[in-house]
Each structure stands twice: as structure tokens, then as C-alpha cells.
T-cell receptor, first 117, second 113 residues
């Protein structure tokens, strides 16, 4: 049973290019979350998606960033016209559907380390 | 929204000693509190969690305690080993249909051999 798969592990982009980060959740998980990690700043929430729906994008920058989780295929985090400040580790996590009042811990992928040069 | 604070930011202990990491949260509606361990170059891994209907949970050398009145929870690691060296994150969430985990900034634990 594969865990959360993220690719690529490392991505280098020049300023102005587009970055596409992919995340395949664990089998049976229908909730996907994207977090950004900067040194000394911990994990910052970006967006929460379910299949074909964006549930909460309150952590996404208003411009250049978008996310999707289509009916088929992985979740994609897209950053257009990247700038040096976008350099960070981007983590995807997934969880199963909630049942009643229960919450479930997230399972994280290994992350994509984006470097903008 | 929820705000989770974690302190101290770094902690160094001698192998075999105990380590305690504390977190506070702001939203009284939060009722789920997981702890994650992140090793260098890897993603965070869930190590233990606690829900608001219990005050303490233990799993071998690690335990978590929750004080709902004071809105703080702590991770306790006993008999620390060098492989416990990592960054530890606490988090909190409520049970709202669209709730999400809010993380603290993390603490770097170093266990000296």
C-alpha cells in the first residue's frame, strides 16, 4: 500500500517559468492538503481539496498559484511565473473521509523542493 | 482562525534523559491534536495524537498530555535516543466539516550521545 506520492522530489525553475507539483494521495484517501515549508517557519497551510472541489484555499497567494484535484489523476499545485520567494519545500498530505466527529491524522508525502534561480 | 504556538524552538538533551515539548492553541473548538516528527529531507510523520475527550495518551516511550482549560498540550519522550533527533511539530484542528490542521513552527530536538 503505497503512501502519499509526490513528484518531482526536486524541481529547479528559472524566474518566470511555471512549476507543476504532483501529489497522488494514499489509496482510499479522498482529502488532499498542500502545505509550504520555509526554513524556521514550519508548515503553512495553502489549500484543501476533495475530488473536483476546492474546499479551502485561504492559504493560497491570490495570484500565480492554483490547485486542482481532478476526478482522475493526481492533485496538481501550479505556480505560474515563479519568483525567488517561491523557493521552498511543498508538502502534500492526504486523509480519509471524515466519520462523524472524528478527525484523522494526515499522511504526508516526501515533498517537492522547489528552487527558483 | 486557530493559532498554534510551540516552545522552545530548540531543545538539547543527553541520551537517556527525558524531553518535553509544549504547545498552546487559541481556538477552544479545537479537539484533535496530533504530533509529527520530521527527519532531514523527509516529510512529517505522525507519531501520536490525542482527542479532546482524553487527557493523556501513551505509546511506548512517547506520551501526550492535554489540558483543555489552559489550552495547552505537551509531548513527552522518555529514555531519549540519538534517533529521536528531529524536528517535532504539534498541530490542532476542530471537527468542522472542512477543518484543517494548523501547525506550530516546530522544535528541533537534539539528543547528545
Amino acid at each position: 500500500n503505497a503512501g502519499v506520492m509526490q513528484n518531482p522530489r526536486h524541481l529547479v525553475r528559472r524566474r518566470g517559468q511555471e512549476a507543476r507539483l504532483r501529489c497522488s494521495p494514499m489509496k482510499g484517501h479522498s482529502h488532499v492538503y498542500w502545505y509550504r515549508q520555509l526554513p524556521e517557519e514550519g508548515l503553512k497551510f495553502m489549500v484543501y481539496l476533495q475530488k473536483e472541489n476546492i474546499i479551502d484555499e485561504s492559504g493560497m497567494p491570490k495570484e500565480r498559484f492554483s490547485a486542482e484535484f481532478p476526478k482522475e489523476g493526481p492533485s496538481i499545485l501550479r505556480i505560474q511565473q515563479v519568483v525567488r520567494g517561491d523557493s521552498a519545500a511543498y508538502f502534500c498530505a492526504s486523509s480519509p473521509a471524515r466519520s462523524g466527529w472524528l478527525n484523522y491524522g494526515y499522511t504526508f508525502g516526501s515533498g517537492t523542493r522547489l528552487t527558483v534561480v | 482562525g486557530e493559532n498554534v504556538e510551540q516552545h522552545p524552538s530548540t531543545l538539547s538533551v543527553q541520551e537517556g534523559d527525558s524531553a518535553v515539548i509544549k504547545c498552546t492553541y487559541s481556538d477552544s473548538a479545537s479537539n484533535y491534536f496530533p504530533w509529527y516528527k520530521q527527519e532531514l529531507g523527509k516529510g512529517p510523520q505522525l507519531i501520536i495524537d490525542i482527542r479532546s475527550n482524553v487527557g493523556e495518551k501513551k505509546d511506548q516511550r512517547i506520551a501526550v498530555t492535554l489540558n483543555k482549560t489552559a489550552k495547552h498540550f505537551s509531548l513527552h519522550i522518555t529514555e531519549t535516543q540519538p534517533e529521536d533527533s528531529a524536528v517535532y511539530f504539534c498541530a490542532a484542528s476542530s471537527t468542522g466539516a472542512n477543518s484543517k490542521l494548523t501547525f506550530g513552527k516546530g522544535i528541533t530536538l537534539s539528543v547528545r550521545p
